[in-house]
């Protein structure tokens, strides 16, 4: 039972555009959302995160956006770069902090130059 | 600070056998955490630790599986017997207060 869902395995986007990275979830009780990048043989690196009493978040060049009601978040990288490409995952926790994530397959962002 | 520290980076063993991974956290961390990342199921918790102790091992596939805290700043994941369908890269992440999780560079197990 996958209840966080990223089902686009991979991306890739012009550089200098608008990045979108896809992802829902199933388990109405998530309240907190975090995107991770991950290089290869790396682990995986926070990017940005979103508590469930927001629908905006935003750093720098990443924004995250949460529609609750579709249970569904989404991850914007503008102006993309060629040092974006990695596998980007999604993930949600139901205590409105870091135990527990439950993460998503991934999906594999490549940026051209 | 150093991170999480992984080691080994790479393991090969012949079904069968032991394996012991071993993750240091960051120091000041009171939470570890130990996942399992495959093709087909992705980034998979095991078992969390909060100050030493085990909260929820849910996660560990069956009893093959047994991770132990003895101390603040060191944690092992064993395997005992190993089968070909452990091969995975396995990742120990450290946290403190609700924030987010930093990852390890991973163990890639490879069970012949």
């Known amino acids: 039972d996958q209840q966080v869902k990223q089902n686009s395995p991979s991306l890739s986007v012009q550089e200098g555009r608008i990045s979108i990275l896809n992802c829902d979830y199933t388990n109405s009780m998530f309240d907190y959302f975090l995107w991770y990048k991950k290089y290869p043989a790396e682990g995986p690196t926070f990017l940005i995160s979103?508590?469930?009493?927001?629908d905006k978040n935003e750093d720098g060049r990443f924004t995250v956006f949460l529609n609750k009601s579709a249970k569904h978040l989404s991850l914007h990288i503008v102006p993309s770069q060629p040092g974006d490409s990695a596998v980007y995952f999604c993930a949600a926790s139901g205590d409105f902090g870091n135990e527990k994530l439950t993460f998503g397959t991934g999906t594999r962002l490549t940026i051209i130059p | 600070d150093a991170g999480v520290i992984q080691s080994p980076r790479h393991e090969v063993t012949e079904m069968g056998q032991e394996v012991t991974l071993r993750c240091k956290p960051i120091s000041g961390h009171d939470y570890l955490f130990w996942y399992r990342q495959t093709m087909m199921r992705g980034l998979e918790l095991l078992i969390y630790f909060n100050n030493n102790v085990p909260i929820d091992d849910s996660g560990m596939p069956e009893d093959r599986f047994s991770a132990k805290m003895p101390n603040a700043s060191f944690s092992t994941l064993k395997i005992q017997p190993s089968e070909p369908r452990d091969s995975a890269v396995y990742f120990c992440?450290?946290?403190?207060?609700?924030?987010?999780?930093?990852f390890g560079d991973g163990t890639r197990l490879s069970i012949l």
């Open positions: 992440a450290s946290t403190y207060s609700r924030q987010p999780q930093h």
């Open positions: 979103i508590s469930s009493i927001k």
